[in-house]
Antibody, heavy 130, light 109 residues
Framework: EVQLVESGGGLGQPGGSLRLSCAASGFTSGFTFSRYSMNWVRQAPGKGLEWVSYISSSTSTIYYADSVKGRFTISRDNAKNSLYLQMNSLRADDTAVYYC????????????????????WGEGTTVTVS | EIVLTQSPGTLSLSPGERAILSCRASQSLSSSYLAWYQQKPGQAPRVLIYGASSRATGIPDRFSGSGSGTDFTLTISRLEPEDSAVYYCQKYGSSPLFIFGPGTKVDIK
């Protein structure tokens, strides 16, 4: 079974930094971490889901939501089957549960390209900025 | 930037009834790029539908998706108590890469 486990959450100060990690496992089921794009998604207390960042399998393509651009950095270490989110210049509105999620590719044959949805999620790690 | 609007905000129904959840986009979407997720309290989201109408692995056939253009629907044909959750639609595409709708809460009476 594919599993994602986040860690690194906690209390951060405004203007401070935190680094989140997401460890992937499930190799017996054929999950090769290095083959898949990954995402960070967050959820503020009592609010909906907000996509934060995406990184491709090779790290060649990275995207950020405008709300975190210039402050957060996504990265991965395929040798360690791990995904990271470096969070700098923290603000109170960064308070949320942060989930890592695998981006599963689906071929759009009409357009001859791939689209993605998030098929495996971790349980989340809580970040509180105060 | 495309905006997703979901309605109703809350749906209160009885077991066995049918739930119809709406997701409307501010601009036309490729149907392939619309997904639905279920989130129960204290749990991570779970994908139900991708490509607007394809059920994800292990999802019961009482969940179905339809729609195109700007209007998409998630239908739960026979509600069960464990379907009580918040349901989000999500689009994949150009900046930002993913956008979630605000969610519809389904309460089972």
């Amino acid at each position: 079974e594919v599993q994602l486990v986040e860690s690194g959450g906690g209390l951060g100060q405004p203007g401070g930094s935190l680094r989140l990690s997401c460890a992937a496992s499930g190799f017996t089921s054929g999950f090769t971490f290095s083959r898949y794009s990954m995402n960070w998604v967050r959820q503020a207390p009592g609010k909906g889901l907000e996509w934060v960042s995406y990184i491709s399998s090779s790290t060649s393509t990275i995207y950020y939501a405008d709300s975190v651009k210039g402050r957060f950095t996504i990265s991965r270490d395929n040798a360690k089957n791990s995904l990271y989110l470096q969070m700098n210049s923290l603000r109170a509105d960064d308070t949320a549960v942060y989930y890592c999620a695998r981006a599963w590719p689906v071929k759009d044959t009409a357009m001859d390209l791939y689209y993605y949805y998030m098929d495996v999620w971790g349980e989340g790690t809580t970040v509180t900025v105060s | 930037e495309i905006v997703l609007t979901q309605s109703p905000g809350t749906l209160s129904l009885s077991p066995g009834e049918r739930a119809i959840l709406s997701c409307r986009a501010s601009q036309s979407l490729s149907s392939s790029y619309l997904a639905w997720y279920q989130q129960k309290p204290g749990q991570a989201p779970r994908v139900l539908i991708y490509g607007a109408s394809s059920r994800a692995t292990g999802i019961p056939d009482r969940f179905s998706g339809s729609g195109s253009g700007t209007d998409f629907t998630l239908t739960i044909s026979r509600l069960e108590p464990e379907d009580s959750a918040v349901y989000y639609c999500q689009k994949y595409g150009s900046s930002p890469l993913f956008i979630f709708g605000p969610g519809t809460k389904v309460d089972i009476k």
